[in-house]
């Protein structure tokens, strides 16, 4: 029975009128591009495919708190993202926005994030939606600067707001003179978001992000499963804990206790305050 031949994403062959490519015993010579027609020219896909690929895991490594982000069916230079703000004058805000990629990516503009829908923020625009990332990334650096540090930017606006040089005007104007009014306006505005959570996305992009109410049938058993991990991890560090040997000593005295003795303690703290109620 003869071999089965496994598919295999190849590069395009080089163009005919490129650059020749010299062979050397001692190294490899690289060719110089000087146009858009020179030998490297076809594999620019290629090379951006990776650069985005490496981008995405890198994001995937950080494990932003309340970020949640994927690339579009449609072109992996648009991604969808939303941003669950947790604590702040912006709590409770979910935020969904855009994050569109240059073409020449990482050799280009810094990457443009925009809202959508617009909400009220000094550093958003309020017609566009789109936030003044450029204020920290001037200049983009390949070397230097990552997909993921736009998105952590985009993060921490919410919990330190800069009102200098403002995209909106009003908003950096309530912030600096009158903050209870803008506490007021940016209420509102979560409210409003959180009122339209539930509509349809503006494209027809399958990877689009999507709300819709919760169903026990649908989202029950997922939230089961994620609840069952959770505990399944505590079990295992747990008897990890246990094997090892480990110990550490009581605050304030020289008891030494395991993680073990610490575990039940807490769990009979728990189970007190349930019984005191």
């Known amino acids: 029975m003869e071999d089965e031949k496994i598919a295999k994403k190849k590069l395009p062959t080089l163009p005919q009128n490129g650059t020749e490519i010299v062979a050397s015993p001692l190294k490899a010579v690289r060719p110089t591009v000087t146009s858009p027609e020179g030998p490297l020219a076809a594999y620019g896909p290629f090379f951006l495919e990776y650069a985005l690929m490496s981008e995405y895991n890198l994001?995937?490594?950080?494990r932003l708190p309340g970020l949640y982000v994927v690339p579009s069916a449609k072109s992996p230079l648009h991604w969808f993202g939303v941003l669950f703000i947790r604590q702040g004058i912006y709590q409770e805000g979910?935020?969904?926005?855009?994050?569109?990629?240059?073409e020449n990516f990482p050799d280009g503009e810094c990457p443009?994030?925009?809202?959508?829908?617009?909400?009220?923020?000094?550093?958003?625009?309020?017609?566009s939606g789109e936030l003044d990332v450029k204020r920290t990334f001037s200049k983009w650096r390949r070397s230097t600067n990552h997909i993921w540090q736009v998105l952590l930017f985009a993060r921490r606006v919410f919990y330190k707001i800069d009102s200098t040089e403002p995209l909106n005007s009003e908003a950096a104007n309530l912030y600096e003179k009158d903050l209870e009014m803008f506490k007021s306006?940016?209420?509102?505005?979560?409210?409003?978001?959180?009122?339209?959570?539930?509509e349809p996305p503006s494209t027809?992009?399958?990877h689009a992000i999507t709300f819709t109410p919760w169903q026990e049938d649908l989202h029950g058993r997922t939230k089961y499963n994620i609840l069952?991990?959770?505990?399944s991890l505590e079990v295992s560090e747990l008897r990890n804990a246990q094997t090892s040997g480990l110990s550490w000593i009581?605050?304030?005295t020289l008891q030494t206790f395991s993680k073990t003795d610490h575990h039940a303690r807490s769990t009979d703290d728990k189970a007190m305050k349930l019984i005191n109620r």
């Open 250 to 252: 009581n605050p304030g």
């Open 228 to 231: 069952n991990q959770r505990q």
């Open 112 to 127: 443009a994030l925009t809202f959508r829908p617009p909400l009220f923020h000094p550093m958003v625009d309020p017609i």
């Open 185 to 198: 306006k940016v209420r509102d505005c979560v409210q409003s978001l959180k009122d339209h959570i539930y």
């Open 94 to 102: 979910v935020f969904k926005f855009d994050l569109n990629i240059p």
């Open 59 to 62: 994001l995937r490594k950080q």
């Open 204 to 206: 027809e992009d399958e």
